[in-house]
């Protein structure tokens, strides 16, 4: 029998259980071992996983790192409604968290330059 989810599957699927539970060091944990084992063609995937990735990080106070992440996802792949959807939460947050931030500046640039022109 064959198993139906890889290991990078089972850690996104972590991920997005402890986001939910808001322990954010685990989530971040369980993306970085996801991301470590995505098959390179999975490319929706690795931006929906780089996505909660960020959400980790800024769960956990670490906006620079956050938005760095965040703004690894390449822009051909935020033009899918999932990842378009979390990184709209993404932004709610960060502006709930760091609104006058340097990195939240950085990211407001970033997504009005970039985003906004996605498909």
């Known amino acids: 029998m064959r198993a139906f989810f890889d290991r990078a599957e089972l850690h996104s699927l972590a991920t997005a ?3 939910s539970a808001r322990d ?3 989530a971040e944990a ?4 996801s991301l470590a084992a995505l098959r390179p063609s999975l490319t929706r995937s690795r931006a929906i996983t780089t996505a909660r990735l960020a959400s980790a990080q800024l ?4 906006v620079s790192p956050a938005v760095q992440t965040a703004m690894a996802i ?13 990184l709209t939460a993404f932004n709610r947050a960060l502006n709930e968290v760091a609104p006058h931030s340097a990195p939240a500046r950085t990211w407001a640039t970033y997504a009005d330059d970039q985003l906004r022109r996605t498909p």
């Open 30 to 33: 369980h993306a970085h071992r």
């Open 74 to 86: 390449p822009v051909e792949s935020t033009g899918h409604p999932r990842v378009a959807g979390m």
């Open 24 to 26: 954010f060091a685990t």
């Open 59 to 62: 769960g956990q106070g670490d």
């Open 17 to 19: 259980a402890h986001l």
